[in-house]
């Protein structure tokens, strides 16, 4: 699988999809809202950012997440974070050509953020392997299962 058809097949399943600049890189930003009265009546706004890199490497990575979670939080709309509303990031970097700094970086707890969650994913093409942090979270529990079951639902192969 290429990275056009891992495009497609993500793109397929949202609606609310928009293409922007992202650190550099052209990024599908794909846009969805879930509401759950077991959140104790929250709203989660959530973002995702699917970008092609020839090479990934730690640093790379680093900047991407932080840049998507920054576009997240400028442009989502209703209360402010922390109000009954949450905000989270998926930063999805696809590439058949993923250094193992990368990997690890993704493999270790995701940066705190108030009402926000920053969630990096690395998607390996030549290995039809997904990465990213599988353990459970301590802050944000409650949205633990959610977060991880998205991935797999709409970013695996």
């Given amino acids: 699988m290429d990275y056009q058809e891992y495009f497609l097949q993500v793109k397929d399943k949202f609606i609310n999809t928009t293409r922007t600049n992202i650190g550099g890189f052209d990024a599908l930003v794909i846009y969805d809202e879930v509401f759950k009265w077991r959140w104790l009546a929250t709203k989660l706004k959530i973002f995702s950012f699917v970008t092609y890199a020839d090479k990934i490497d730690e640093h790379l990575i680093k900047s991407y997440t932080q840049n998507c979670l920054h576009y997240a939080c400028k442009h989502k709309k209703g209360l402010p974070r922390g109000l009954q509303n949450g905000v989270v990031s998926y930063s999805i970097l696809v590439?058949?050509?993923?250094?193992?700094?990368?990997?690890?970086?993704?493999?270790?707890?995701?940066?705190?953020?108030?009402?926000?969650?920053?969630?990096?994913?690395?998607?390996?093409?030549?290995?039809?392997?997904?990465?990213?942090?599988?353990?459970?979270?301590?802050?944000?529990?409650?949205?633990?299962?959610?977060?991880?079951?998205y991935i797999l639902r709409n970013f695996k192969f």
């Fill in 95 to 149: 590439s058949d050509n993923i250094d193992s700094s990368a990997i690890s970086f993704v493999s270790q707890r995701p940066t705190k953020h108030w009402s926000a969650f920053e969630m990096p994913i690395l998607v390996d093409l030549s290995k039809k392997e997904l990465y990213y942090y599988k353990e459970n979270m301590i802050w944000g529990a409650l949205y633990d299962s959610f977060l991880n079951e």
